[in-house]
């Protein structure tokens, strides 16, 4: 896989790049994510925030997480589309949905998180 991954949100009106950081690809049943996606669950793919840039028209939410530290999530603010999430916890790593991704097929998620948040209606059946 390469270092550096590129992505956009669907109009095209923000774009980014950023290196991958040593970390898991996750897939994330919080409430938040799935309130800030609309779906069930968010994949996430962690970049190293020194190397991260971003472009084009966005707008940030921020947040408390469940320890009561900020967190912040960023959308294209012409079409909507989430792009990244950031938490004071972690300031070395900047999050990416993977369907942000301009090559989508890098993400292999290697672990599941907040799984007794998931809703029953997005696990399979046989989880």
């Given amino acids: 896989m390469t270092d550096t991954l590129t992505g956009g949100c669907k109009c095209g009106a923000t774009t980014y790049s950023g290196s991958l950081a040593q ?8 409430r938040d994510c799935q309130q800030l996606t609309g779906t069930g669950h968010s994949e ?3 970049l190293e925030a020194a190397t ?3 472009t084009g028209l966005r707008r940030e939410y921020q947040m408390t997480d469940g320890s009561g530290q900020p967190t912040w999530s960023s959308f294209c603010s012409q079409c909507g589309s ?7 916890r972690m300031q ?3 999050y990416v949905h993977a369907a942000s991704l301009d090559d989508p ?3 292999v998620p290697a672990r599941t998180i907040y799984r007794d948040s998931a809703q029953p ?5 046989d989880s």
């Fill in 82 to 88: 989430p792009l990244t999430r950031k938490s004071q």
């Fill in 105 to 107: 097929t890098l993400y």
């Fill in 92 to 94: 070395h790593m900047v």
């Fill in 23 to 30: 970390g898991p690809m996750f897939r994330c049943h919080c």
């Fill in 52 to 54: 991260f840039t971003i």
């Fill in 44 to 46: 996430m793919v962690p």
């Fill in 121 to 125: 209606w997005d696990l399979p059946k």
